[in-house]
């Protein structure tokens, strides 16, 4: 019985550090590279104040999808970005 709550444990506390946390994080600038369909927060002053950039990737051929959406509070993770 022991083994079993040991396991349970470890595999808990295990998910707790894997899952990915509901915080996006807001860049200061464009990424370079981005993924098709991956999606990057970017606060820049093409968008009114209050709002970010959500650019998302495109496959080859096409152009970055770009639109201003707001975010709460909550979700938005000021990070430092290199340029």
Do not use: D, H, W
């Not at 600038?29 to 002053?45: D, I, M, N, R």
């Not at 998302?56 to 152009?63: D, E, Q, S, V, W």
């Amino acid at each position: 019985m022991l083994n079993m709550r040991t396991a349970a444990l470890v595999v808990f506390s295990l998910l707790s550090v894997a899952l990915p946390s509901r915080a996006q994080t807001v860049l200061k600038s464009e990424p370079l590279v981005l993924a098709p369909y991956e999606v990057a927060f970017v606060q820049s002053g093409f968008c009114p104040t209050g709002k970010v950039l959500k650019v998302t990737g495109a496959i080859r051929g096409l152009n970055r999808r770009k639109a201003c959406v707001t975010l709460s509070a909550e979700q938005a993770l000021l990070a430092p970005t290199i340029p």
